[in-house]
C-alpha cells in the first residue's frame, strides 16, 4: 500500500527529532519545517521494523475519533 492510498486528512512530514525508547512501546518525537513537533507513541517493535531514527524523514498521520479541550 503506498502513502497515497492511505485515508488520513491530517498528515504532516518532518524529521525524526527525537525517540525515546521502552521495553514494549516508544515515544516519537516528529519536527515539522514549522518548528512544531508532534508526539507518537507506537511499538517498539515497529521503531526496529521501520528503521526509525533522530534525522529520518517521516510523515505522521493524525486520525482521532476524539478531540479533549480542556479550559484554561
Known amino acids: 500500500m503506498s502513502i497515497t ?3 488520513v486528512r491530517n498528515q504532516f512530514r518532518g524529521r525524526i ?3 525515546i525508547e521502552g521495553p514494549v512501546v516508544s515515544e516519537i518525537d516528529v519536527e515539522t519545517p514549522q ?3 508532534v508526539t507518537s507513541v507506537i511499538t517498539t517493535r515497529s521503531v526496529k521494523e521501520l528503521k526509525l531514527v533522530p534525522g529520518k ?3 505522521a498521520l493524525v486520525k482521532s475519533t476524539e ?3 480542556a479550559a484554561l
Do not use: D, L, R
Open 17 to 19: 527529532k527525537e525517540i
Open 5 to 7: 492510498a492511505i485515508n
Open 67 to 69: 478531540v479533549s479541550i
Open 57 to 59: 524523514e517521516v510523515i
Open 35 to 37: 518548528g512544531t513537533v
